[in-house]
């Protein structure tokens, strides 16, 4: 006989396939994490990804109404306690265990509207933008390592938010020239995208250092069986934002940096390390 218990693994099992095929950078961090929290921060990837797949992707469909659907069907699914949409029901159990409510969720929603209606940023707009797309995103996987514990979340928030900050600012340095060419967007204020230079690169490069050295103090704090899965996905991405780091401005614009599987695998390596030896 079919149960809720099975239609709930079929919708975990789901999420993960989602994030072993849109990143195996996440999936080498949640694979370093205690097994009790890799499935919903698979959940809670699954849900962001689709969002932006919804304001990225969907370019032959009315972007708009899609994404008004998947808020209408993210508010019934945690009135309700249930969706046939797999990544969302897996989502709002997630939700609903770890205490992620409208607080974080309706500013990521807002981030994703933002995508379709601004296709470049002032200072304020992208700390909104920023905040709602990446920081809170933070705080939903907080909300999973802290387990309830809310004098922990509080403690951790403002690192967890640096961290989420960092990710994103990566991302965009990194997809400046396809963000630009592509979807028309240009995300960080006051930078002159087809004229991007060395002194406007050097300025978000040191926004971005500053948010890393922030977000470490945090990683340290985390409770044991999430510290180092987290510490793996900001090691990656430190990796990354130094090999671009070192870059010209050209290059960037020229070519989508990454980091190859060798690499990728001598940083995990590096980060077991560190981690044994208490020197992270």
Do not use: W
Not at 2 to 17: A, D, G, H, P, Q
Not at 158 to 170: I, T
Not at 217 to 245: D, N, Q
């Amino acid at each position: 006989m079919n149960t809720v218990e099975l239609y709930n693994s079929v919708c975990t099992e789901l999420s993960s396939r989602v994030v072993q095929r849109y990143s195996t950078s996440f999936s080498i961090g949640i694979r370093a994490l205690h097994p009790r929290f890799r499935d919903p921060i698979k959940s809670i990837y699954a849900y962001v990804r689709f969002a932006d797949e919804i304001v990225d992707t969907f370019h032959a469909h009315n972007k708009r109404r899609l994404l008004d659907e998947f808020r209408s069907d993210t508010q019934r699914a945690m009135v309700d306690e249930i969706s046939l949409n797999p990544v969302l029901h897996s989502f709002q159990r997630v939700a609903h265990a770890y205490g992620i409510g409208p607080d974080l969720i309706d500013p990521f929603l807002d981030s994703m509207a933002m995508d379709l209606a601004q296709d470049s940023h002032d200072v304020e707009s992208f700390n909104t933008y920023i905040h709602g797309s990446a920081e809170v995103v933070g705080l939903m996987c907080l909300r999973v390592f802290c387990e309830g514990d809310g004098e922990k979340y509080e403690e951790l928030k403002p690192a967890a938010m640096r961290l989420g900050a960092a990710f994103q600012k990566v991302n965009f340095l990194r997809d400046i020239q396809d963000d630009h060419a592509a979807l028309g967007r240009t995300y960080f204020p006051e930078v002159d995208v087809p004229r991007l230079d060395e002194q406007a690169k050097h300025r978000t490069e040191l926004d971005m250092q500053a948010d890393f050295q922030a977000a470490l103090l945090g990683i340290k704090e985390l409770p044991i069986g999430s510290r180092f899965g987290v510490y793996v996905a900001y090691a990656y991405y430190l990796a990354l934002f130094r090999k671009i780091k070192g870059l010209s401005a050209q290059r960037i614009m020229s070519e989508r940096i990454r980091i190859g599987r060798r690499a990728k695998m001598r940083v995990f390596t590096t980060s077991l390390l560190r981690y044994q030896f208490n020197s992270l």
